[in-house]
């Protein structure tokens, strides 16, 4: 069973920036497409970015131009940048693969407040 692991949230002013990673236990990660996910209270997961095997990306419209999802398969890991963070943008990150398979993980928290 792959473990995943997210990290890299926290608080930070509208218009700031967060680099969120997704540690893997498993190199095998690295054939599936993986994904990032978000949910803010009171509302379903939604998922907000995916990053195949080959590193074609795709985002959902509301983080189009503000968050970059990326992969380096030698560490494992799955990245989010995201740039331009607004409030609305405030939940709980979490990556799992696309479509979501594995247990989740805790994630990490993100909070977009003055």
């Known amino acids: 069973q792959v473990q995943l692991v997210e990290s890299g949230g926290g608080l930070v002013q509208p218009g700031g920036s967060l680099r969120l990673s997704c540690a893997a236990s498993q190199s095998i990660i690295m054939f599936w497409t993986m994904g990032w996910y978000r949910q803010a209270p009171g509302k379903q997961r939604e998922l907000v970015a995916t990053v195949t095997s080959g590193s074609v990306t795709n985002y959902t419209d509301s983080v189009k131009g503000r968050f970059t999802i990326s992969r380096d398969n030698a560490k494992n890991t799955v990245y989010l940048q995201m740039n331009s963070l607004k409030p609305e943008d405030t939940a709980v990150y979490y990556c799992?693969?696309?479509?979501?398979?594995?247990?989740w993980g805790q994630g990490t928290q993100v909070t977009v407040s003055s």
């Open positions: 799992n693969d696309y479509p979501a398979r594995l247990g």
